[in-house]
Each structure stands twice: as C-alpha cells, then as structure tokens.
C-alpha cells in the first residue's frame, strides 16, 4: 500500500515493529527553518553556523548571534536544536579570518583547532549559545574533535564563558548539553575516553569518509573512493555507537550518509538515537522506517563484510 509522505506529518519516525528515533534536520540560517517545519523535522541536529560569518567584513558580534540563535530556538518551539560552533577552514572559507595558505587546508587550522586559538572568536560564540540557551532548548556542539585534550579545552572555554555571563547576571541554561562531532578516525577510536565528558555524539560522516578513506571530499577525480559503503566506515560507526551507548549517552549521524537508505537498515539496526537530514527528505525517510522492522543482528554480519559490492549485496 502507497503511504502520501504528507500523511506522515504529525507521525513519529519508528520501525514497524516500534523502534522510535528522532529524524532531525541539517541547516545553515534561519530562512532554512521554514521548510523543516513544513516537513516535520523533529528537531535540528546541526546548524552550521558558519554561514552567519560569511559574506560579511568582520565576526558577528554576541548580540547579532544571539538573536539568531533565540530566533532559531523560539521557532522550533521547544524541539531540540544542536548548535555547531564555527568549522571555518577546509571547504569553508571566511574572508576575514586569516588562516594562513596551507599545504593541506584539511589537515590545517580549520574548526575547533583554530577556534581554541582564537580565544575572543569562540568565547563570543559561546556566550550568544549560552544566552539563547535561557528560553530554548539549544544544545551545543563542538566540530573536528580529535582528541582528549581538546575537548576538555573546549569544555573549559566554555566554562569561561558561563562566567563571564554570571558576572554580567545574564542568564543561561546551567545544564545545557554539550556534544561533539565525530569525524576523525582519531575521535572514532577516542570515543570511549569523550563519550564519558559529554552528552551525546554526533557523526559527520561526510568528514569521517574523507580522513578515514583519505580522499578530499571535494576532488571528483577520486570520489569513487569517497564512500560510505567502505567497511572501515560502518566499522567505524559500530565502535562510536557502542561506546557512546556503553556510556549511556546518545548518538547520532549528521553527514550525508544518515539519510541513505541503503544504509538505514543498519543505522537502525545499531540502535542509532538520531538521524539528521536535510529538511526535504524528513517525510520520505520517516516513510521508509515506518515500513521496515528492526533486526539487531544485521550490523554483526555486515561488519563481517569485505568490500562496498558485498555490503550493497547485503543490504538490498
Ligand atoms: C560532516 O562532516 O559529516 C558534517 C555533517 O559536517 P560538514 O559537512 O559541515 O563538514
Ligand atoms: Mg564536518
């Protein structure tokens, strides 16, 4: 039977046999909110803020964040949305942030590497999350973690940040969640020390394909290699799932990987928390999960697989 997707609206996103997770969305401004309302995002699980520092002379002050971010959070009504502090460098150039010429722009001073030495950048960041924290439910999420160390930095900017509103008597969500990406390998095989300081993971497989499988996510020449169906990244996937559930905190996938639906079986098969997707794909997805049933032993066969021919075979 042809379910309309617009008949979905309203409906939860669970297997047929009752596994619930939440189908969130992927957005980079506010004019994005209106068509993940219209599909019925459940949330947002990535706002890629750097594009309220594009195209501009100098970095958005608090108050001008602020508003976004309380705009943002007042129009989803009380849904979770997950705040990603600045990823500048790689694929995301800003004009006035100076990172110098680089060798290899991926491998340089991009997200929260450049962000820990632009004390004022960040701490101005975090403040405008903070304060739009108060009377929202904003989470917030730091990009390209690799290691220990730098999220405990990271958590201590933060830390800074909560002070220096206290002192001003601004208000704040005092228990806000903090997150982080993970898209390293080094993160991947650090998850069981991060998943024990945060609140949840979010997997951004776009960048999780290119360091693993080394192949710029941005050069067509190589792309046949840029691929989600390679084993080391569903490996990879299961050892950040199993941590951060050993842990008891949630997890989710934010790249382009959590809406392939080749691949859904086997998020779901996981027991991933959360997906999330660009708005447009929210009913057609919450479609498919409504029609499929959970089976817990197809992640352990698929991890037993050697190439993307077997997992594609596999999976269809
Ligand atoms: C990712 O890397 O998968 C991700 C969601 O972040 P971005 O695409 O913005 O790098
Ligand atoms: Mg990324």
């Not at 008597?169 to 990406?181: A, D, F």
């Not at 950040?240 to 691949?263: M, P």
Request: with cysteine; aromatic share 8%.
């Amino acid at each position: 039977e042809l379910v309309q997707e617009k008949s979905l609206i309203g409906c939860s996103t669970q297997t047929e046999d009752g596994y619930k997770i939440k189908l969130y969305c992927n957005i980079a401004s506010v004019d994005d909110i209106q068509e993940v309302l219209t599909n019925d995002g459940e949330g947002i699980g990535l706002f890629r803020t750097e594009f309220l520092y594009m195209n501009r002379i100098k970095p958005p002050s608090e108050d001008e964040q602020y508003k976004v971010y309380n705009k943002i959070g007042n129009m989803l009504e009380g849904k979770e949305v997950i705040i990603r502090t600045l990823d500048v460098g790689g694929d995301k150039e800003i004009s006035y942030i100076n990172i110098e010429k680089e060798l290899n722009p991926f491998l340089g001073n991009r997200a929260i590497r450049y962000c820990l030495q632009e004390q004022k950048l960040l701490l101005t960041q975090l403040k405008a999350i903070l304060r739009a924290s108060a009377d929202t439910n904003i989470k917030v999420m730091f990009p390209m973690i690799t290691s220990y160390n730098e999220l405990i930095q990271a958590m201590s900017f933060l830390e800074k940040a909560k002070k220096e509103l206290e002192t001003r008597n601004i208000r704040y969500n005092k228990g806000i969640k903090i997150g982080i990406m993970i898209e390293t390998p080094a993160a991947v095989f650090n998850s069981n020390h991060l998943a024990k300081e945060v609140d949840f993971f979010s997997i951004g497989s776009n960048d999780l394909i290119q360091y693993t499988c080394a192949v710029d996510r941005m050069n067509t020449k190589i792309s046949y290699l840029y691929t989600p169906y390679n084993p080391a990244i569903i490996k990879s996937i299961k050892m950040v799932v199993d941590n951060a559930h050993r842990e008891g905190i949630e997890v989710s996938i934010c790249g382009e990987a959590a809406s392939d639906e080749t691949l859904l079986p086997l998020w779901i098969s996981l027991g991933i928390d959360e997906l999330s997707v660009v708005s447009k794909d929210v009913l057609s997805i919450r479609k498919y999960i409504r029609q499929i049933s959970r089976d817990k032993t197809l992640i352990n066969k698929a991890i037993e697989l050697k190439n993307k021919d077997e997992i594609i075979k596999f999976l269809s």
